[in-house]
Structure formats: structure tokens, C-alpha cells
């Protein structure tokens, strides 16, 4: 039995997680859950997987998730930040889903990394805010970072089985999100409902909105280059609308491999649980008849995201955390109709050039550029 910690169970793709587990419920188990605001929902996990402990993130919902679990006293209650540091330590968790969204992920999971827990990754903001870090730590620690995004979960099991052989290339296929085909002007007046419709995947507000304008894909670069130690110049972004291959790697004898399948984040929840092994899984199956693959060049002129995400790897230090930062704010202004589309990157690229740069940045650091370039981030909006 692997004991399994969900951050950010209420989720996106916490509730997925839930869904492999309880297929697998013979192999994994629930140890602990957390949510940041929806106790109710969280209370009714708990109440069906029966964990040892939940932590609800956000205080203030404290009392009433303790209420709703009064007649379960096994589990055990626990609430703020401080405590999802503590809980991914304790001693029976074998693996932690690291499926809470933005800079809150960074502080848990390196908790989780120096108590030597497997780590699958979907915080992609924890690599992106400090790749070098959790790398390093990971070393130290020996432990497994195993990807859940769906692009870098193809593009390891591209690699599954190649050894010590170099990775020429990585082909990091993109949806292009549903204003793919928009012009300029036509982008400036959308509003947030446009953006979280989603062509191919159903996902979290944040994440849709980052799809959106790609600057998801943006943070998938910086992402892969930390996972797989590639550097940017070698990691070539795909628009490819219909999301069936999910990425693909390219070795120095010119083979690539792809991984293919129907968009389905359960497969790789699954598999960054059960790897190396490969185990059963229900849903839709590929059908390669019913549509064509295309592939287009992405338009960095129109989404500058992507282009500024390249220039913070260019840059490095606490770049891409300044970044991260100011997208995480104009991200919430947007989907409260506070900041305009094409405005999010303006304030992105403004920010990343007043905010104070690091070039070797601690965790304090971290710390305080994030705190920095959100402020200046605000006072723009
Ligand atoms: P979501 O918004 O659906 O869920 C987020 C979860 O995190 C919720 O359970 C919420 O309660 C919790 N949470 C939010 N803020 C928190 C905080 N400050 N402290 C503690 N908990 C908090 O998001 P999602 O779509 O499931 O995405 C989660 C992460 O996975 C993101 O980093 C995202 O980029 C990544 N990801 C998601 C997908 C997807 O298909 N949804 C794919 C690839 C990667
Ligand atoms: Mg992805």
C-alpha cells in the first residue's frame, strides 16, 4: 500500500487523482487531503477515502470542516499555511501530489522534498519560481520528482528506457488555447468566460486563463528545462489544436518519440504513481481515423507571454519567480474583469523589468521578489 498526500484535493486535478485512487484502491491510499476553500467538498472526501488527517489552508473555514468531521474523530483536523508544511512530513506518506495551484505549492513541497517523499509534480509554478533550487534539493535529498503535466509526463515516458542517451530536442506540444486563431484587436476585448472555454482540456481557473494566453506553455518550458536538464534553445514549443500527441522527444539520431493518447489527465496522475509500471485505466481510446494531427509554428508576437518566459530563462536568477509573480496577479485581476487580456502581459514585462534582480537567489529571496513583484504588479493595475 503507497500512502498518497493530495495538495489541493478539491481540485482540478486532486479530484482526478481521488478518481485513479479509487480505481487502484488495492495499491494506494489516501493519507492526508487539503483545500484551500472548500471545506464542504474537502469534508466530503474525507468523509469517502478516510484519511489519517485534513488541513484546510485557509483558516477561517477551520471551525465549520471541524464540525462537519465531528463524528469521525479518527481524522484528524488541521488548519494555515504552517500546517501543510508539517503534514506532508509525516512519517507514513510515501508519495505527495503536489495539485495545489501557484506560488503556495513552493514552501510544501520542498517541506515534502527534505523528508524524502516521492514528489509528483503538478505545481508547475514551484519549478518556474525555482527550478534550481528544488533541483538542487532533490539531488540532495534523493528524491523523485515525477511529472503529472500532461507534456512532461510525455515527454518522460518518451524517455523511459533511453538511458544516458542525449536528448537532442524537445518538441513540447500546445493546444493553443481558444484564441488561437484571434487577431490582435479581437484579443483585446475578451473577457475572462471566453478564455476559461477551453478547446481541449477541461481545467483549474488559473490554468485555463495561463492556456489562454500561453504563458502556461510559457511556464511548460521552464518547466521541462529543470525536469529534464534541456536548455531553452532546444525545447521547441508545437501548436498542435487537437492535444493527442502530448510531446515528444527528439534524440541525436533524429528519432522522436511521442507519447499519444486522448486528453485525460488521469493518465499521467496514474502514471507518475505507478511508474515504472503501467496499470489498467478506463475512458475514451485514441482513435487516429477520426482526425487529422496538425502542427503550427506558435505566434510570439501575439502571445508574448511565451516570448517573455524565454527571456526569463535568458535572464535567469529570480526572473521567471518575478514573472510568476506578476502573473499570478493580473491572472485574478483579469477573471475579476480588474486588467484586460493583452494588458496582463504589458504588466508582466513592466514588472519584470523594475522589480530588483537576483542573480543566485535564496529561498528568502524567493520570498521577497515574489512579495516585491506582486506589489508592483498591483500598482499597475
Ligand atoms: P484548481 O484550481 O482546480 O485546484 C487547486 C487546488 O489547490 C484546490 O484544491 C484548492 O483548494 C487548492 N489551493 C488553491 N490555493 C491554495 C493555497 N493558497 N493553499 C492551499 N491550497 C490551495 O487547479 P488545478 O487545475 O487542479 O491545478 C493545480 C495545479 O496543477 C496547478 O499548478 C496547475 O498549473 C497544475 N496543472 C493542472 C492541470 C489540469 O489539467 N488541471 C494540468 C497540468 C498542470
Ligand atoms: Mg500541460
Not at 498542435?240 to 485525460?264: M, T
Not at 509573480?325 to 514585462?349: K, S, T, Y
Request: aromatic content about 8%.
Amino acid at each position: 500500500m503507497k500512502q498518497i498526500c493530495i495538495l489541493g484535493s478539491t481540485g482540478s486535478i486532486g479530484t482526478q487523482a481521488l478518481d485513479v485512487i479509487e480505481q487502484h484502491s488495492d495499491r494506494y491510499e489516501v493519507y492526508c487531503l487539503t483545500a484551500n476553500n472548500r471545506y464542504e467538498m474537502l469534508a466530503e472526501q474525507a468523509r469517502k477515502f478516510r484519511p489519517a488527517a485534513v488541513v484546510i489552508a485557509n483558516k477561517a473555514h477551520y471551525e465549520a470542516l471541524k464540525l462537519l468531521l465531528a463524528d469521525l474523530p479518527d481524522i484528524k483536523v488541521y488548519a494555515g499555511a504552517k500546517a501543510l508544511d508539517e503534514i506532508v512530513e509525516a512519517q507514513p506518506i510515501d508519495m505527495v501530489l503536489t495539485a495545489m495551484v501557484g506560488f503556495a505549492g513552493l514552501s510544501p513541497t520542498i517541506h515534502a522534498i527534505k523528508a524524502r517523499k516521492t514528489i509528483c509534480l503538478a505545481n508547475k509554478e514551484t519549478l518556474v519560481v525555482a527550478g534550481d533550487l528544488i533541483c538542487r534539493l532533490a539531488a540532495e535529498y534523493h528524491v523523485n520528482i515525477l511529472p503529472v503535466d500532461s507534456e512532461h509526463s510525455a515527454i518522460f515516458q518518451s524517455i523511459v528506457g533511453e538511458g544516458d542517451n542525449e536528448i537532442e530536442k524537445i518538441l513540447l506540444t500546445a493546444s493553443g488555447g481558444p484564441f488561437r486563431k484571434f487577431t490582435l484587436d479581437q484579443m483585446r476585448d475578451v473577457k475572462a468566460a471566453d478564455a476559461l472555454r477551453h478547446p481541449t482540456w477541461d481545467m483549474g481557473a488559473k490554468i485555463t486563463i495561463d492556456s489562454a494566453s500561453m504563458m502556461n506553455k510559457g511556464f511548460e518550458v521552464i518547466e521541462a528545462k529543470w525536469l529534464f536538464g534541456v536548455e531553452a534553445d532546444k525545447i521547441q514549443v508545437l501548436v498542435h489544436p487537437q492535444s493527442i500527441v502530448h510531446s515528444a522527444v527528439q534524440f541525436r539520431d533524429g528519432g522522436v518519440k511521442a507519447q499519444l493518447g486522448v486528453p485525460d489527465m488521469r493518465l499521467p496522475i496514474q502514471y507518475a504513481f505507478s511508474f515504472p509500471e503501467r496499470l489498467p485505466l478506463n475512458g475514451d481510446r485514441l482513435d487516429l481515423f477520426r482526425q487529422p494531427l496538425e502542427f503550427f509554428e506558435p505566434d510570439m508576437e501575439k502571445f508574448r507571454c511565451l516570448a517573455m518566459a524565454y527571456e526569463s530563462i535568458r535572464r535567469g536568477g529570480n526572473v521567471p519567480c518575478i514573472m510568476n509573480a506578476a502573473n499570478e496577479v493580473v491572472n485574478e485581476a483579469f477573471r475579476h474583469d480588474r486588467c484586460g487580456f493583452l494588458q496582463m502581459a504589458d504588466i508582466i514585462e513592466a514588472t519584470m523589468q523594475r522589480a530588483t534582480f537576483i542573480a543566485q537567489p535564496t529561498y528568502d529571496d524567493y520570498i521577497a521578489s515574489d512579495a516585491e513583484a506582486r506589489r508592483i504588479a498591483e500598482s499597475m493595475l
